[in-house]
Structure formats: C-alpha cells, structure tokens
C-alpha cells in the first residue's frame, strides 16, 4: 500500500507560558490519502488551527512540537531543521488561512507575490513564472488574469482576494493543501463559490485537503471523512456520512444535533450546556465529562483511548465492550 | 494625483502667509530696531535717518506688503548688525546647515532602521538589549550634554577629531562643502552624532514596534506558509510596510533636524544659520530672526509635501484613495 500524503502520529504540541504548560494538542493521529478532503471540526480553541500550523511547521515559540511524528508521503517532517521545512512549505503543503483580507501583502502587486513565491520554489525565469501565474489566476476563476495579474490586493473583493491566496498556496503543486477556515470571513454565496473552488482543485490534482471549520455545512459538503476535535484530542473521526448520520461520541451527537434541517420536523435544536475547558484547565479523565449527558465514573479519572467502531473511530468509554455494566448504569 | 498635489501646495502656501505675518509682527514688536544699530551718541537727526532708509517709518500696512514682496523673492532686507543683506548672509550658511543636517539624518536613517529591524528580529539577544537601553540614554539627554560629552572624549581625551568649526572648505559656486576634504569631513562626524542621535533613538524605536507589528501579521504568517526565505519575508515583505510610517517620523523630524541644529552649531560654533540665528537673537537683528523663521516654515512645509508624495510611491491603497477623491 502507498504511504498516506499526510501521517500524523500521537502529535503533541505545547504552549509554554510564564506560570505552566498548556497543552493545546494531546496525541493526536490521522491520515490523509491522496486526493481525499479530511475536514476538521470542533469548537474555537479545540486545536484545528494549532493541528494545521503544526503539519506546516509553523508553530511560533512559546508553542513547539513536544511529541509524536508527522509523515508527508512516508518522509518525517516534524523534526526538520527550519531551512528544509521552509522548502516543503509552499511547495509541497500549501496553506489557505481564514481571512483573506489580510493574508495579502497590501504593498504589492497580486502578480508579484505570486511570481515571487513560483520562483522561490521552481528554477522558472521571470517570464515564464508570470505566464504560470496569469494561469494559475485563470484556473481559480479570476477573471481578465492577464489584466488583474497587475492589480494590488486592495483593488479586490473578499471572495476573489481569497481566491488570489488560493492561487498562491497551490502555485508549486502541492501534494497537501491545509485550508484554516477558508470561507469564515467570506459571504455565504462566495463561501460556496469558495468550497467548490478547493473541491475541483483537489479533485484535478490529485491534492489532499485538509479542512479546517467550525461549520458542519461545509464539512458535509466537502469532505471525505470527518475528525471532531474537542481539547486538543480527535473525539471521533470516520467517513462523514457515518460521522453526520449517525454520530457516536457525545459531543459529536450534540454538534450533529445542533445543525438545523430543513427537512427536520419543527423542534428546538439540540444545545450542548457549558463551554469547551480552557486549556489552563482541562478536567481529568475525558476532557469532555462535565458537559455530557452519559457521563459515569470511568470519564472522571481514566482518558478514553479512539475504539474502533465499524469505518468510525471514537475515543469514548461508552463504546469500550469491557465494562458494560457502567454503560447499564448511566442508561438506567 | 495631480489636484491632490495642487491641494496640498496651497495648504504650503496659506501656512507661508501665516508664518510670514507672524515674522513682521516681529519688527513691530521687538523693540526699536534702530536703538540696536546706532551708539549712543548719535544724533536724531542721524537716527531718523537711519530710521527712513531702513523704511521703517512707512504705515504698517505698507511695510508689510512691501516685507511679503521682498520675502517672496527671498529679499530679506539688510541685517542690523553685519550690514549686509539677510539673503546673502543665509545663503552663504545654509550650505553648512543643509550638509550637517542631512548627515545627521543619514546617520539617524541608516543606524535606526538598522538597529531597528535588529532588535525586533533578534528581540531576546543581548545586543538588542543593549540598543534598547542606549536608545534610553538617546532619547533623554539633552543635545549639548551629548555635544560637549563627545567633545570631551574625541576631541580633548583622545584628540582624534575636531571640537569646533567646519574644517577646510571647497567652493562650488555659491555653495561651500565640506565633504571634499579630509578636515571638513572629520569636522562633521561629532555634529553629525550630535545632531541625529535624537532622531536614531526615535527611529530605532519605532522601527522595532513596528517591525514587531507586522511580523504578528496574517500577511507575514501566510508570507512564511508559503515557503519564501527569511530574508524575503523580513527584508522583502515586512520591512517595507515598516518604512511607511517611518517615512512620516523621519520627514518631518528632518525639519525638526535643522531646527535643533541651533544647539548643536552652538555647541561645536558651526557656521551654520542656526548660529546666525543665536547670534542675531543676542544682538536683536529681526531681520535674520524674522527671515530664519521663515526659512525654516518653507522647509518644513517643503517637507511635509514631499513626504505625503513620498506615501503614494510606498503605499498603493493611498494612491486610489486620492485618485477617488480628488
């Protein structure tokens, strides 16, 4: 079998502040197969955007990588000295992030950062680079490339500057696309427009995705399969119909549940009480106890490991086989 | 970009005639010139005289209009106590003035940017530490403590420079320099630091907030996410949307340069116009203090114009701003 694009093993990363260390990510691990869009869901502060920076290598101090392995096509990269990690970004992961309208260097033209970063990562003359950049622009549906190539990012709308940034996270092929809520800032008709754009990329190219979002719609929509991040922990990851139709872990019921349907008959939507631990103060045992409904004795000391459930992975003692009577007891 | 350009001109032009009337009032107000010329035997008859050819028994009105006139040409009248005229006098110091003012902010740009961008990338290095601390000292000794403090390192301790003058000058044309011999360069490196010290510690400073900034920007993270070199991101991308406001702080504290150059040519008896200026201060000559003013309202307004053009050339989001409005 051919190495996944993407490989993370038991990922940890660290915070460290003046009084403690926070944990933002506790031992994660997943995969993204060629061509497959993974999204990522999970409240703020769940550790999507921390996972993404992470695979690009892109943690600042205080933050650093305290454990685990990432593998890009079967190569470790998390341990890389900073010259070569600055040569798979951009060339083989490219990254998308959340707010286009300050992602572009408001100085310069859209053409030249895009030229700039082509031949920072290709041996292309100038020229050349400049044709592949009107390409580019014309292949993520920017309108008169040849004209707008001179164009700076203030002369923009929001939809189109962010598909600019898309142009230049894909410009040396990547193997792994990382979009760190691509559409939150955008309008809901360009978030469409937006969504598609990555979809058909991934699709031509063959590129893994690796979608960052709160929003479950464009999850459904998007991806092949879905990991819910609650504290820095996967809670369940599996193929997103299963994940969408019939969630396993708790949390996830309650993120599933708290999406209105049209087709839905006419009652409240599920809210999940409480709000996600800070990080200064993640509870023992599953980091999700004190806000859920099946909660027993296990979740308060013992952290749940992922079970595997059918094509769904789930970290959840309410789905370990071993000690039913607990799941009896919370039923009764 | 060409009615925005009209625009700011006039503005130059209204703050001139405001600066204009102020320095006639001048005249009006600093006592009798006439006293100042003459000793004290002379006759009435002599002083009225005196009084009639220095025009200064017209109407006020008509002193003015005749003072805006002249000044417009850049005719200034005769000094009361060098007996030449103000414009000759000026002319002949502003060489000295514009030279150690251009080099102290050359010295204060080139330093303060650098060790600007130095400790907001090397934010925990010892070395930037020590420009933090420096800048402190910088920024809070007056200037001719600092003057006579070099002074008394280089030139009396060690003797390696001089402690006062302008060295041998060369002339081309109406203008002397100093920077084509050995002893006028020497002579300006302790004006030179004297002078610009304030400014590098300003800069520097705000080369570094700024610098610290933009580095936080989403437009950097996405610079590195996308594999460009350090270089490219530090020198290329933030280093530029740095300079936009420093352009603004060092432009105008060019005007603040010449303006304070008063001190520094006092402390190293540099035969600039702000010595002229103390010079004329002592002895009540109002028409080299009412021309200084003026001359030194014009460069500051020429200034203030230039660097908002400057903006334009750097920051292309100004540029369709004015477009739209004018």
């Known amino acids: 079998m051919t190495n996944p694009v993407l490989s993370v093993r038991n990922l940890e990363v660290e915070f460290h502040t003046r009084r403690s260390v926070l944990h933002a990510i506790n031992g994660i691990s997943f995969d993204i197969a060629k061509g497959e869009v993974l999204g990522v869901v999970g409240e703020s502060g769940a550790g999507k955007s921390v996972t993404g920076l992470a695979v690009i290598g892109l943690i600042d101090p205080p933050g650093r990588i305290a454990g685990g392995e ?26 998308i992030f959340q707010d286009p309208l300050t992602s572009l260097n408001p100085l310069y033209r859209i053409g030249d950062q895009i030229i700039e970063t082509i031949r920072t990562h290709t041996n292309l003359t100038e020229t050349a680079a400049r044709k592949r950049a ?101 809670a369940e990851i599996g193929p997103v119909q299963d994940v969408v139709q019939n969630p396993l872990h708790p949390y996830a019921k309650g993120l599933m549940g708290a999406i209105p349907t049209l087709a839905g008959e006419d009652k409240r939507l599920v809210q999940i009480p409480g709000s996600m631990p800070r990080l200064s103060a993640i509870p023992q045992g599953c980091p999700f106890n004190p806000r859920c409904g099946f909660v027993f004795d296990r979740c308060r000391v013992e952290r749940p490991e992922p079970i595997v459930r059918g094509t769904q992975a789930v970290a959840c003692h309410l789905y370990d086989t071993a000690p039913k009577e607990a799941v009896k007891e919370t039923a009764a | 970009m060409l009615a925005f350009t009209l625009r700011r001109a006039i503005q130059a032009i209204g703050v001139m005639i405001a600066v204009g009337i102020i320095s006639f009032s001048m005249f009006r107000f600093a006592g009798d010139p006439v006293n100042q010329i003459v000793s004290l035997d002379t006759s009435f008859a002599e002083r009225a005289e005196i009084r009639k050819s220095l025009g200064l028994d017209d109407a006020v009105p008509i002193q003015f209009l005749r003072y805006f006139a002249n000044a417009a040409q850049f005719k200034f009248g005769v000094s009361y106590q060098f007996r030449q005229p103000v414009s000759n006098l000026l002319m002949e110091r502003m060489p000295a003035t514009l030279e ?12 303060g940017i650098l060790m600007g961008v130095y400790s907001a990338l090397r934010r925990d290095s010892a070395l930037a530490k020590i420009f933090q601390a420096v800048s402190l000292i910088g920024i809070s000794l007056p200037t001719f403590l600092i003057g006579i403090l070099l002074i008394y390192l280089f030139s009396v301790t060690l003797g390696w420079l001089p402690s006062f003058g302008r060295g041998e000058v060369v002339r081309l044309g109406w203008w002397t320099t100093g920077l084509l011999t050995l002893s006028g360069l020497k002579a300006l490196i302790l004006p030179s630091i004297t002078l610009g ?19 936080r920007t989403d437009y950097i993270r996405f610079a590195r996410a996308r594999g460009l070199t350090t270089r490219a991101v530090h020198f290329g991308h933030a280093l530029k949307n740095t300079l936009v406001p420093v352009i603004t702080v060092a432009g105008l504290q060019f005007g603040s340069v010449i303006a304070f150059a008063i001190i520094t040519e006092t402390v190293f008896q540099w035969p600039g116009m702000g010595l002229l200026f103390v010079q004329a201060v002592q002895n009540v000559d109002i028409p080299i203090m009412a021309a200084y003013l003026l001359m030194v309202s014009l460069i500051f307004v020429t200034i203030n114009l230039v660097v908002d053009l400057l903006y334009t050339i750097v920051d292309p989001r100004l540029r369709s701003t004015i477009s739209r409005a004018a």
């Open chain 1, 70 to 95: 990432i593998y890009l096509s079967g190569m470790r990269i998390d341990h890389l000295p900073p010259e070569e990690i600055r040569r798979i970004r951009g060339k083989r992961i490219g990254m």
């Open chain 2, 197 to 215: 010290l304030f400014q590098l510690t300003l800069i520097m400073r705000l080369v570094r907030a700024e610098m610290l900034e933009v580095l």
């Open chain 1, 134 to 234: 009107i390409d580019l622009l014309a292949e993520v549906g920017i309108p008169a490339p040849e004209k707008r190539i001179d164009a700076y990012p203030h002369e923009f709308s929001g939809g189109m500057r962010q598909r600019v940034v898309i142009a230049l996270a894909i410009c040396a092929e990547p193997e792994l696309i990382i979009a760190d809520e691509p559409t939150t800032a955008l309008d809901v008709s360009v978030q469409a427009q937006i969504i598609s754009l990555i979809k058909r990329l991934g699709r031509d190219h063959g590129t893994a995705v690796m979608l960052v979002t709160h929003d479950m719609g464009v999850i459904a929509e998007t991806s092949d399969r879905v990991a819910v991040m609650y504290s820095g922990r996967i």
């Open chain 2, 100 to 111: 150690l003012a251009i080099c102290a902010t050359i010295f204060a740009m080139v330093f």
